[in-house]
Nanobody
Framework: VQLQASGGGLVQEGGSLKLSCTAF????????IGWFRQAPGKEREFVGG????????YYEDSAKGRFTISRDNAKNTVYLQMNGLKPEDTAVYYC????????????????WGQGTLVTVSS
């Protein structure tokens, strides 16, 4: 049972990246997926999430209008499209899964991926 995040890298300010989160070993469509990030020296924070069907997404204020979360249950994958990246978006990005309704509290998420590093240069 695991989630695998990928797609991180180095990008210039104003650029875009698309992260992927692929599930292995569990019934993916039973789970809402959240994206979190942890910047150097800071606590991990919620970025946004998507419900089991993909019909509902929700975002932290810093991500609204720039980030888009989508999912393809046939591929057991959730995506985080990030546009207009800023240096303050530099962080390790994690995906996490929880049964039932989505939310933003880390303690509610049961399954965590290993993280992928995003670095935005100015």
């Amino acid at each position: 049972v695991q989630l695998q995040a990928s797609g991180g890298g180095l990008v210039q300010e104003g650029g875009s990246l698309k992260l992927s989160c692929t599930a292995f070993g569990f019934t993916f469509e039973d789970y809402a997926i959240g994206w979190f990030r942890q910047a150097p020296g800071k606590e991990r924070e919620f970025v946004g999430g998507i419900n089991w069907s993909g019909g509902r997404t929700y975002y932290e204020d810093s991500a609204k209008g720039r980030f888009t979360i989508s999912r393809d249950n046939a591929k057991n994958t959730v995506y985080l499209q990030m546009n207009g990246l800023k240096p303050e978006d530099t962080a390790v990005y994690y995906c996490a899964g929880r049964r039932g309704l989505g939310g933003s509290s880390q303690r509610d998420f049961e399954i965590w991926g290993q993280g992928t590093l995003v670095t935005v240069s100015s």
